[in-house]
């Protein structure tokens, strides 16, 4: 066997460590994704849920201060939101649908989407 054959050899010993190091990383590299892609689902989730006992439970959390503080502060932050929703709207000359939420012209008298009858 000549040096030409050595050389040869861990080369290509060399290219399978890297090869193997690169399919190595693009495992991690898609494990973390999919971590991150059911993270993101969990949270959705628990939003869902957190949404569903909101609406759903109000009269029942009633007499827990904690719950009621959080649901003051919810419904002030939902106030706050529809106030710049509005202005929004007005600055864009855009009226808001208040069965689909659709951004239409305030020249609309339906919504393009769902048909709901806007304005006064």
Not at 54 to 71: F, H, I, P, Q, W
Request: hydrophobic share 40%.
């Amino acid at each position: 066997m000549g040096i030409l054959d050595d050389v040869v050899i861990n080369a290509k010993s060399a290219a399978e460590a890297v090869g193997k190091k690169a399919g190595q990383l693009v495992d991690v590299s898609k494990l973390r994704i999919s971590v991150a892609e059911i993270n993101s689902e969990i949270s959705k989730r628990y939003q869902a849920l957190g949404q569903y006992v909101y609406e759903n439970a109000r009269d029942s959390l009633a007499e827990d201060a904690e719950a009621v503080g959080k649901m003051a502060e919810i419904d002030e932050l939902s106030a706050q939101l529809t106030a710049l929703v509005k202005e929004l709207g007005d600055k864009q000359n855009k009226v808001i649908c208040p069965v689909c939420g659709k951004h239409c012209s305030n020249t609309d008298h339906f919504c393009s989407v769902c048909g709901a009858k806007l304005g006064e």
